[in-house]
T-cell receptor, first 114, second 120 residues
């Protein structure tokens, strides 16, 4: 069965420091992967997606993610974190069966220290 | 990117009444929309898949008679929580899959802003 794991439930980084949020997936075929960000009390905003092609994808707000098939990973990175990046981050994969259902990881809460 | 709008953002209703939440894709057509429920500090739980012009597909454990879903047009899906009770209080989020060309798996999925339901 497909699954997504975000090993880090909570991460704290200092403002200006680099960030990497981990995401591992379990999927038999070529995965379609997404990263979303959720601010408290709000919906999800798409940061970036990977469907095919270049394994390093650029997203909004200075985020990027790299798809590594050999490691079944799709880690999210940002070179310099801003205080406004504090939020919940979700990694997701489209499930099988061509339905478009998203399978979410548990989420990672990012806290940014001044 | 594409925009999905939910209305209302906040709703308070009395126990036993019904409440409707709308999900609209504003600048694209969506034959498929999804309804999620999210509890505090948890991930999203898929409730049902809403298909335009046909019945919704509910996830295991979700009561279809309690959570009525209607997808009457390519830009609108509604979720009606019938005979609401305090335990139905939650954050409900919809998403819509943007239809682009052939195939479905690669289409981007956009989320609404969510709707807070409080049943008193």
């Amino acid at each position: 069965a497909q699954s997504v794991t975000q090993p880090d439930i909570h991460i704290t980084v200092s403002e200006g420091a680099s960030l990497e949020l981990r995401c591992n997936y379990s999927y038999g075929a070529t995965p379609y992967l997404f990263w979303y960000v959720q601010s408290p009390g709000q919906g999800l905003q798409l940061l970036l997606k990977y469907f095919s092609g270049d394994t390093l994808v650029q997203g909004i707000k200075g985020f990027e993610a790299e798809f590594k098939r050999s490691q079944s990973s799709f880690n999210l990175r940002k070179p310099s974190v801003h205080w406004s990046d504090a939020a919940e981050y979700f990694c997701a994969v489209v499930g099988s069966g061509n339905t478009g259902k998203l399978i979410f990881g548990q989420g990672t809460t990012l806290q940014v220290k001044p | 990117g594409a925009v999905v709008s939910q209305h209302p953002s906040w709703v308070i209703c009395k126990s036993g009444t019904s409440v409707k939440i709308e999900c609209r894709s504003l600048d694209f057509q969506a034959t498929t929309m999804f309804w999620y429920r999210q509890f505090p500090k948890q991930s999203l739980m898929l409730m049902a898949t809403s298909n335009e012009g046909s019945k919704a597909t509910y996830e295991q454990g979700v009561e279809k008679d309690k959570f009525l879903i209607n997808h009457a047009s390519l830009t609108l899906s509604t979720l009606t929580v019938t005979s609401a009770h305090p335990e139905d209080s939650s954050f409900y989020i919809c998403s819509a899959r943007e239809n682009i060309g052939q195939g479905n798996s690669g289409n981007t999925i956009y989320f609404g802003e969510g709707s807070w339901l409080t049943v008193v």
